[in-house]
T-cell receptor
Framework: DGGITQSPKYLFRKEGQNVTLSCEQN?????MYWYRQDPGQGLRLIYY???????QKGDIAEGYSVSREKKESFPLTVTSAQKNPTAFYLC??????????????????FGQGTRLTVV | QKEVEQNSGPLSVPEGAIASLNCTYS??????FFWYRQYSGKSPELIMS????GDKEDGRFTAQLNKASQYVSLLIRDSQPSDSATYLC??????????????FGKGTHLIIQP
């Protein structure tokens, strides 16, 4: 079955520690995204990538880093510089990014999420 | 700054009635519009997309778009208790400047009363 897989489902981070969230897709989608969701809030864009070896900052990129070495994978690292990392992290992908047109190419599909808690 | 506004609710609707969810957006360059359903503790699920003015129907769901008024809505007919969830409106501004990705509203919490 094609889909987007995030791991782990739950993650606990100690103060000052970097952690990496995994996101893998087998949909052959070009574009991938990372969003953060806080309780009672909408999703906010952290980073996005429209193509392999390229990625751009979203609205709340400070304290986060990403890489896109393979089309299928877009890992997110939450660094110690992120002062309030406790949140629900969601990875998504679409056939194309905005540069590839509009319509169905930009429909985004989500993984099951990773819930990160600082302990 | 792109903005997508939704009434947070909760919106309470009797079972079998029509649930009407509304969304406004600020960027006139927006070209693609989506409705996601999110159950508590789960990730969003795409349920409707609409790209041109008018209505689009899919089963019990109808999406309505009015670009002149910068307004998009979702109607759920014959509401079922399983429709109880948070509904997120999302907008993509299409080609042009600014970040890629969807801009989301904060969601409307819908409760279907048996």
């Amino acid at each position: 079955d094609g889909g987007i897989t995030q791991s782990p489902k739950y993650l606990f981070r100690k103060e000052g520690q970097n952690v990496t969230l995994s996101c893998e897709q087998n949909l052959n989608h070009d574009a991938m995204y990372w969003y953060r969701q806080d309780p009672g809030q909408g999703l906010r864009l952290i980073y996005y990538s429209q193509i392999v070896n390229d990625f751009q900052k979203g609205d709340i990129a400070e304290g986060y880093s990403v890489s896109r070495e393979k089309k299928e994978s877009f890992p997110l690292t939450v660094t110690s510089a992120q002062k309030n990392p406790t949140a629900f992290y969601l990875c998504a992908s679409s056939i194309r990014g905005r540069a590839g047109g509009v319509g169905r190419n930009t429909e985004a599909f989500f993984g099951q999420g990773t819930r990160l808690t600082v302990v | 700054q792109k903005e997508v506004e939704q009434n947070s609710g909760p919106l309470s609707v009797p079972e079998g009635a029509i649930a009407s969810l509304n969304c406004t957006y600020s960027d006139r360059g927006s070209q693609s519009f989506f409705w996601y359903r999110q159950y508590s503790g789960k990730s969003p699920e795409l349920i409707m997309s609409i790209y041109s003015n008018g209505d689009k129907e899919d089963g019990r769901f109808t999406a309505q778009l009015n670009k002149a008024s910068q307004y998009v809505s979702l109607l759920i007919r014959d509401s079922q208790p399983s429709d109880s969830a948070t509904y997120l409106c999302a907008v993509n501004i299409g080609t042009g400047g600014g970040a890629d990705g969807l801009t989301f509203g904060k969601g409307t919490h819908l409760i279907i009363q048996p």
